[in-house]
């Protein structure tokens, strides 16, 4: 099993969707999925 993302990079992933980067190039540049950072974005829309 992948050891799970850090604390860091989904701050920093988050953070740069939050100052108005692409998600497919936040996803790209940090190496996640898309679907990763969506769950990351909106947690609670299970």
């Known amino acids: 099993m992948p050891a799970p993302y850090s604390v860091d990079l989904r701050v920093k ?3 740069a969707v939050d100052r108005g980067e692409r ?3 936040v996803a790209r540049v940090f190496q996640i999925s898309r679907n990763t950072l969506d769950l990351w ?3 609670d829309d299970t």
């Open 13 to 15: 992933a988050v953070a």
């Open 23 to 25: 998600k497919s190039y």
């Open 41 to 43: 974005l909106y947690p």
